[in-house]
């Protein structure tokens, strides 16, 4: 069983900063004042100086909050149960459906490019919600990386299968939080070492398996 730590994105973090970014646009307007009259505005100027320092503490403390309170715990789990096709279940825990996206197709260049467009149709909330990325029957190249590149959450991705343009696997270093590569028969067992050195801090999924989501849920 492995295990890491991924942050939550949160819409707090994103009203603290709003809020001192109006505060400090009122301590300038206020200063403006003051250097017309210092004598009326003085009181407003150091109330908004007051307000803007307030403002700044809250971003400070939510970049804090979010490296700890926000955090979820997030591993895969082999359950030991094994498919009809001999392929071993790895429950994704905590996870529900909305954290997985499954892109794929028939093997058609057409539809596969559709297949990976889908991505810029998905709201940044939902993006932000998918941790697993599972792509099947569709080459992984530049521009499938580029559209996987929108998910800024990303911790799993599973290729198991797919055919992969030789220029495509250094791109998988810029995908920050990336855990987890799910390669059984996308990759040619000599260069599984290379792999391994080139990313260290991914592990490389060799067997197959079948990711799934820990939660009952189906919408």
Known sequence: MTSILLRRKSSVSRNVVLFAVGASAFAFFCSALTAYDDV??????????????????????????????????????????????????????????????????????????????????????????IFVAVVRNTLVDLDLLSELSQLPNLVVIDIQGCPVDADAWSEFAYFDRLKYLAVFGAIEAHRERDLYYSFPEVKAILEPVLLVHSSPDTV
């Not at 715990?73 to 094994?82: M, P, Q, S, W």
């Not at 009809?84 to 905590?94: M, N, P, S, T």
């Not at 093997?107 to 990976?116: C, R, T």
């Open 40 to 129: 009326a505005y003085s009181g407003l100027h150091q109330f908004s100086l007051a307000l803007m320092l307030l403002s700044f503490l809250g971003v400070i403390a939510a970049v804090f909050s979010n490296r700890t309170s926000n955090e979820m715990k997030f591993r895969i789990d082999a359950t030991g149960e094994v498919t009809a096709d001999g392929r071993k279940i790895h429950r994704v825990l905590e996870s529900r459906f909305e954290n997985f996206i499954h892109m794929g197709s028939s093997g058609d260049s057409q539809e596969s490019k559709a297949a990976i467009r889908v991505l810029g149709k998905l709201s940044r909330q939902r993006r932000e919600r």
